[in-house]
């Protein structure tokens, strides 16, 4: 009888610079279409729901960027004082790696 071996499924890292990038590109983005659909949108309803929805994607993606990007302080600072720690954090559910801070 065979033994059934598990799968891993594949893991996306991405480095912080890049996470950093892609949610500065996503915050400018959505300010770019809440100040469209404020052009296209013919009622008032339909333009503070849109505006409330993109600003909340907005918010998301600026506060997932200050995680990251306060994970790899965190991580940074162990590193310093000697101290093994994990070097992933997540970015939307995604891992992200944290770059060697030792040089």
């Known amino acids: 009888m065979r033994r059934a071996v598990p799968r891993v499924a594949p893991v996306l890292g991405i480095t912080?610079?890049?996470a950093k990038n892609i949610a500065i590109a996503a915050v400018a983005?959505?300010?770019a279409l809440t100040v469209a659909s404020f052009w296209i949108m013919k009622?008032?309803?339909q333009k503070?729901?849109?505006v409330a929805i993109l600003g909340l994607l907005?918010?998301?993606a600026w506060s997932q960027?200050?995680?990251v990007t306060d994970c790899a302080d965190r991580v940074r600072d162990a590193v310093e004082a000697g101290v093994d720690t994990d070097t992933t954090c997540t970015f939307f559910g995604i891992d992200?790696?944290?770059?060697?801070v030792t040089g």
């Not at 992200?96 to 060697?100: G, H, I, Q, W």
């Open 48 to 50: 503070i729901v849109a």
């Open 43 to 45: 009622s008032a309803t």
């Open 58 to 60: 907005a918010l998301l």
């Open 29 to 31: 983005a959505l300010v």
């Open 16 to 18: 912080l610079d890049t």
């Open 65 to 67: 960027r200050a995680a």
């Open 96 to 100: 992200v790696t944290v770059p060697d």
